[in-house]
């Protein structure tokens, strides 16, 4: 058993590891090294396994088979040898003082070793004998220093001396400079300048993304303007379209000045003046100079780190980095119709998200396919494509997902890419619910809320997921949440919040939601006509919840005589919550109770 590596050393050396440019565009294998480095400080590494590296460190589902899948092997390999990578590209000073970390072969442990000077590296004087010293020395009796090193290499061919007339000195000369010759080899390997489609393909894209430089004004800020600018750091952060750090960006190219945005955090006066002033924030898109958003947070005396001002800092900070929102929306306006794999595919994604016009679908869709082999481990491409594919239309059919094999393998992989990702987890959510598996569509629901609170999109898809797999205390304050973020909540995230209502026993405020959002639009969608049916029944307006169902009908294409069953098939997609759905409109009235 190797020795526990010095916790400080192994952590300060795994931040510099993590600064590397090899490492900065790989998130897939950052997390692997974070979590090995994790393991092994708890004492784990010697006995983790495939299995747990799966699962644990790279995202995978619960029932990874690692007897047929050599996945998590394979990705460690790469990671050695993006470590070797890494500190073959060291420069002496760069190396000095510094340590190696090590994964040995056939282990999972991290060893920590340290960087010797090429001086350590070289035979001592005595050992670099010239084959005329070492024949001199056989000769004589005498053992040669440069053949006892290698008697492990003479203890392999036992038996079998060297015919006769060979020097052996001269054998063991070859075998040394073969060796060399094949090191050498390996190094210019892993060294060699890669291709332009190569550098494509390891390029992170998250460098495309658009980019927010938070500041105080005035620069040198207060202990209030920098709490507010470390909150708002920490929240912008969860949302994965964006970059963000603190300060001006410098080294900013004209490519990129088009994305990049200015947060400026900034006090007010308090009226009879004290403590506790408002701060405001406003949002600036440098290249213009516009102000594209302003927003006050009243303290009332409060501290800038009171759980209410931290969330009223995140909730105005959601208006301009959630979907749909004044980041997402000012790029759309400048990108307009380009369709250049990369970024300018997400913010076209974005937009189909909130519009669902199936005409954008065919373009949409090659130009994430295009994206996606200059990307592979990107999970933003990877969760948006799962996306298209488990809603793509079927004839005849109102289900808004369809189960497919290649939807839910996008999901896992943006799951993999990256574990902690919301976007990842409600794909992976999305398809679990497709496939009628509802323990891993609640799972990751939940996990995804943990994750981001503040993305009303993602709040709504959850809370729906929740609903429909019957998990109705824990969706409503998803819902609620989501409503209140979002100006105008989509039809299917309203009717969830109306059925969720009905059936925790909340009848009045479920039909007051239900009439006060009634537009015509959502008149003509399947989910929110049975939300309504079922508000008006449960209170007691059977004959105007029936005229609703009679709307469904028609909605579903389907004559006044189809069971309800049969409705309710055309356009749910969990079973389970077509059943409940069921007995809730029998228990009402509002349908006939099957024979």
Same mark, same amino acid.
């Given at each position: ?44 590494? !010697? ?169 105080? !004004? ?129 913010? *076209? ?233 069921? *007995? ?12």
């Amino acid at each position: 058993m190797s020795a526990q590596p010095d916790r400080g050393a192994l952590q300060a050396e795994l931040a510099l590891v993590m600064q590397s440019p090899e490492f900065i565009r790989s998130p897939v294998l950052r997390r692997l090294l974070e979590y090995l480095v994790e393991q092994t400080l708890a004492g784990n590494g !010697e006995r983790l396994k495939a299995y747990q590296i799966a699962v644990d460190g790279l995202g995978r589902d619960d029932s990874f088979d690692p007897q047929s899948d050599s996945y998590p092997r394979v990705q460690v390999g790469r990671l050695r040898k993006m470590l070797e990578l890494h500190y073959a590209g060291l420069s002496a000073q760069d190396a000095a003082g510094r340590h190696r970390i090590v994964i040995p072969v056939g282990r999972y442990n991290v060893e920590l070793v340290s960087m010797a000077g090429p001086e350590a590296a070289a035979p001592p004087a005595d050992t670099a004998a010239s084959p005329a010293a070492g024949s001199a020395a056989s000769a004589s009796g005498g053992a040669a220093p440069s053949l006892a090193r290698d008697e492990p290499l003479a203890a392999h061919h036992a038996g079998a001396a060297p015919p006769s007339g060979i020097d052996r000195g001269w054998i063991l000369w070859v075998v040394r400079i073969l060796i060399l010759l094949a090191a050498l080899y390996i190094v210019w390997l892993l060294a060699k300048p890669e291709s332009a489609d190569e550098q494509a393909a390891r390029r992170d894209m998250r460098a495309e993304l658009s980019h927010v430089s938070i500041v105080t !004004e005035p620069a040198e800020g207060s202990d209030d303007l920098d709490t507010a600018a470390q909150i708002a750091e920490m929240h912008l952060q969860r949302f994965e379209m964006l970059a963000v750090s603190t300060g001006p960006h410098k080294d900013v190219s004209k490519t990129d000045i088009p994305r990049e945005y200015l947060l400026v955090v900034r006090g007010g006066r308090r009226r009879g003046g004290g403590p506790g002033a408002p701060i405001f924030l406003t949002l600036r898109h440098q290249a213009s100079g516009t102000t594209l958003w302003s927003y006050e947070v009243t303290r009332n005396g409060s501290s800038v780190a009171a759980p209410d001002i931290e969330q009223s800092i995140g909730t105005g900070l959601s208006a301009v980095a959630r979907m749909g929102g004044v980041i997402a929306q000012h790029q759309r306006k400048l990108i307009g119709t380009d369709l250049t794999p990369g970024y300018p595919c997400l913010i *076209a994604y974005d937009s189909f998200r909130q519009s669902r016009d199936a005409a954008q679908r065919p373009a949409l869709k090659k130009c994430l396919e295009a994206s996606l082999e200059r990307y592979p481990d990107e999970p933003l491409l990877l969760q948006a494509l799962s996306f298209l594919e488990l809603t793509q239309p079927r004839k005849g059919s109102q289900v808004p997902l369809r189960a497919t094999p290649r939807g839910r393998e996008l999901a896992e992989s943006a799951l993999r890419s990256d574990g902690k990702s919301a976007l990842a987890q409600i794909a992976v959510s999305r398809s679990a619910l497709s496939r009628g598996n509802c323990p891993r569509a609640i799972a990751f629901a939940r996990r995804a809320v943990e994750s981001n609170p503040l993305e009303p999109d993602t709040l709504g898809l959850a809370g729906s997921i929740l609903m429909s797999c019957g998990d109705y205390t824990g969706a409503e304050p998803v819902l609620e949440r989501a409503s209140a973020m979002n100006e105008q909540p989509g039809g299917y995230q309203v009717a969830s919040l109306v059925i969720t209502r009905v059936i925790n026993g909340k009848r009045a405020e479920a039909l007051q939601l239900a009439l006060s959002a009634d537009t015509p639009e959502l008149e003509a969608q399947p989910n929110f006509l049975l939300a309504k049916a079922l508000a008006l029944a449960s209170n007691g307006k059977l004959a105007e919840g029936q005229e609703s169902w009679r709307a469904l009908q028609k909605a579903v294409g389907v004559p006044a005589s189809t069971p309800a069953a049969d409705v309710l098939a055309r356009f749910t997609i969990s079973p389970f919550f077509s059943r409940r759905m069921l *007995a809730e409109a029998e228990a009402t009235g509002l349908v006939a109770q099957a024979g």
